[in-house]
């Protein structure tokens, strides 16, 4: 039985089995109706919790927020400056907040201002803290009137309303609790339902990050009002329902995410957080959480940022983990992941200060805003774990071979976790959300450095998210060290006489000098005239000394064949 349909059983849900929406279709609108059939109103529901715990009942504990109190030492120093600067200026700007921050931008940096007022209230108990908060939260009302819809944006005002007025349950007035809850059901979750309801929204039940960025943050505010909230049930029923696919698929790609390493970030962040919430207040398992396939997408990021070399595909490569990816190994009881996310986490900041040392004729990086910081920054105070101490570190890998399935992205190295040679290979097939039309192309790294890249840091334009978005440089196969047949790449569209778009199928071997990859993209290549009858690309590792990339192509006709 699929993940997603063991998760709903005994919800209040009726569940349907919808077939998971394949890459290349993300992208669409979600033409069908919800496949559940939900009970409105107050559900009486086998799962249906009769009491909550008590708050802060997310996913932070009094005791994580005692240790912020206490003290985390000389690591976490710069972090509660900027705490205290971000906290400093919600106080200065509480009736108005954020108003020369644009709409998408007051996503990131509402989290980073409301934790910051908690934890400042925490350490302080200065109620000039909790009063800002409260009345930020309430300046929120025209960012999130009664009849609007509900995106990214607005998945992450809630979710940073839900997180403040958790952390701040226990210290507020009655008439402050009863302000907030009346602000949530106007301006958030009765929202949230009618987007939701019969005909439902395009981002519900998608592999997509849109999904549990725009659902998690609702399922965390009925979570910590569930008391206050006559609807709140039918919220974390339908947030449930949404996210089933997620996990159905992750069992598919071993942990894969055809988005790339940005938006998994996103998405586990904001799977995780709702994850965690939901079984601290309600006391009972997730199956979906404790699968095989989010344990594996724990580590997804790590295979295609060696040291600090970001190799993944795609829009959006940034792989660096945020501290809630480490906070649900913790709670899941999984030392063995956290440690090896730990051991990443301090080889890139390794390599990032000896490649600071060694490249001192360049000019450092402006510091960060220390007044707008995103939520990452007070979360990482809050829930990153301490290390592992207790764990031993796993040996390395020799010819080590990560292939995720159906997406079709591998990571090849002579060892791992700290590979000499090193190269990310881009399988699977073309077409999805914010992917480039790269197929067969590559990143080499040698020691710590890339040396082989894809250019891919195309801007957000407007025309990034219409039809015409691959013809922009960066996002299409010029900018690709891929394979070009008679000046052509690997087909984009769909071709008449062939099943589906351009895919490239891989397979892995090792050989006496190491691991190999071969590429079988023969059916991706659709010329005027003639096809080619074989397009092979094998990357084979020389031991710790290079990397062996063969191409064989075998068509009709005078063409020629480059490898750029």
Known sequence: MPVGKKLLAGHGVCYKQVPLHSPRRMVT?????????????????????????????????GEQIARVIKGRGEAYAEAYRQVEAAAARGVQDAADPMREISPFGRGFVIGGRLIS??????????????????????????????????????????????????????DLTPDERARLVAFAREHCLQPFLRVTGERGSWWQRIVSN???????????????????????QTVVDRVQDSLAPIFDYLQETRGGWVEGLGYWNWTMHYTS????????????????????????????????????????????????????????????????????????????????ALKRKLRRDRQPTAPPNPTDIGYWVPLRLLVEPEPATDVPEPPP????????????????????????????????QLGGPHT????????????????????????????????????????????????FIAGLSAYTGVPRHRSGPARADTSSFVLPTGPAVRLDATRAFVLTRYNPRLVCRLFAVLGDRGLLVLDRVEMPGNNPVEAR
Not at 32 to 42: F, N
Not at 437 to 463: C, F, R, T
């Open 397 to 428: 890998m020799r010819n080590f071979v990560r292939t995720y399935p159906q997406q079709g992205w591998t990571a090849l190295a002579d060892q791992w976790p700290k590979p000499h040679v090193y190269a990310s290979i881009r399988g699977g």
């Open 436 to 483: 480039h039309d790269d197929l067969l192309s590559w990143n080499g790294v040698i020691g710590i450095e890339k040396m082989i890249l894809n250019y891919h840091q195309a801007g957000y334009y407007d025309s990034a998210w219409e039809w015409r978005a691959k013809e922009i440089y960066e996002r299409n196969a010029a900018s690709k060290n891929t394979l």
């Open 273 to 352: 957080i709702f994850l965690m919430s939901y079984e601290r207040a309600t006391g009972q398992r997730h199956p979906g959480f404790r699968s095989d396939g989010f344990r594996e997408a724990m580590l997804f990021g790590q295979h295609f940022v060696p040291y600090d070399e970001e190799c993944g595909f795609g829009d959006n490569q940034h792989g660096g983990l945020d501290a809630t990816v480490l906070a649900a190994a913790e709670f899941l009881g999984d030392r063995d992941v956290l440690k090896r996310l730990q051991m990443y986490q301090q080889r890139v900041q390794e390599t990032e």
């Open 117 to 170: 007022l908690a934890i400042q209230w925490h350490r302080t108990h200065d109620r000039r803290y909790l009063e800002a908060a409260v009345k930020t939260i309430e300046g929120m009302k025209s960012w999130l009137p009664p009849r609007g819809q509900i995106t990214l944006q607005e998945g992450q005002y809630i979710a940073a309303v839900a997180i403040a007025y958790d952390l701040l349950y226990n």
């Open 210 to 232: 849109w999904n549990p960025v725009c659902v998690s943050g609702p399922g965390m505010l009925a979570l910590a009002m569930y008391e206050d909230i006559p609807e709140a």
């Open 29 to 61: 609108r979600h033409k069908l109706l919800m496949s559940a059939a939900l009970v409105l109103g107050t559900l009486a529901s086998a799962a249906e919790p009769k009491t909550l715990a008590p708050h802060p009942r997310l996913f932070v504990s």
